[in-house]
């Protein structure tokens, strides 16, 4: 069992389910890609140390994102979150809530931040780095392109397990 600190500096022994420690990134700087192949996305980072090889990752991602069709065709998106290098999270290819179809060349479709939501288990006491990859397919795809409404954010709870 780990040993966390109460909200009263004192001293507990973690239950199963307890949030042990919350990390959150935030960014709103704006990022394009036109990859057929995943890339990382600028700023979707962060790290997390487990305190327990028993502890779960609950990672929370959601993006400000948009694609926008270069042929009159079609624009998909795809993303992926990595642990370190090991994905633990990856969606249907090109297939993920951001697709457009039809419409007009150059026609933007906002997405209403895409939610990806994964619980991991690292086992172990090491420090873990999470980051988001996106690919587009047909297309290009946008990043906090209207950042004064919001900004894409990735948050990670460690849960004692």
Request: charged share 10%.
């Given at each position: ?18 949030v ?109 780095t ?9 297309g ?21 397990g």
């Amino acid at each position: 069992m780990a040993t966390v600190i109460r909200g009263d500096d004192n001293f507990d022994t973690a239950i199963n389910g307890r949030v042990l420690q919350v990390v959150s990134v935030a960014t709103d700087t704006a990022t394009t890609t036109s990859s057929t192949s995943y890339v990382d996305m600028t700023n979707m980072t962060a790290s997390i140390t487990p305190s327990s090889t028993s502890s779960k990752i609950l990672v929370m991602v959601s993006l400000q994102a948009a694609v926008q069709q270069t042929s009159a065709d079609r624009a998909r998106s795809g993303f992926k979150v990595l642990r370190n290098l090991t994905p633990v999270f990856l969606t249907a290819t090109y297939g993920f809530g951001m697709i457009q179809v039809g419409g007009t060349t150059g026609e933007t479709f906002m997405a209403s931040h895409p939610q990806i939501t994964v619980l991991d288990s690292p086992s172990s006491i090491s420090e873990q780095t999470y980051k988001v990859q996106a690919a587009i397919y047909e297309g290009n795809m946008y990043f906090n392109y209207a950042s004064d409404t919001n900004a894409s954010t990735i948050t990670l709870m460690e849960i004692a397990g």
